[in-house]
């Protein structure tokens, strides 16, 4: 993971992606990727921040990392720009939708040029 070196499936070769993964049981740590820091922001609530930030966001994505299938979690990009994405996690239980700790990975796209 990290951040690209070519860009996928597109003829734009301003565009480029960056990807990692974070684990969180209270304090969120970088597992894989690098071009990108990240901040603690509560519960459940992690700030992607790129080393080196784009001209325009194209997108992000975040996919919750279960360990098991006891309780199920759900992820949203909650706050984005082309230099930082906000990631919030929660316990999809059908009750409160409560913020959670949990590891997940993501995917950032963005363009260098306008």
């Known amino acids: 993971m990290g951040e690209s070196k070519r860009p996928i499936q597109t003829n734009d070769r301003n565009i480029r992606t960056i990807h990692g993964r974070i684990t969180n049981s209270g304090t969120p740590v970088i597992t894989e990727g690098q071009g990108f820091s990240i901040s603690d922001d509560g519960v459940g609530v992690v700030t992607v921040s790129l080393n080196r930030p784009g001209r325009s966001l194209h997108g992000a994505s975040v996919t919750v990392l279960e360990a098991t299938a006891a309780t ?3 992820g949203k990009a909650t706050v984005w720009s082309a230099a930082a994405v906000t ?8 009750v409160d939708g ?3 700790d949990v590891d997940f990975a993501f995917s950032i796209t963005v363009k260098d040029s306008q």
């Open 72 to 74: 199920a979690h759900y």
């Open 87 to 94: 990631f919030n996690t929660f316990v999809a239980d059908g």
């Open 98 to 100: 409560a913020p959670a």
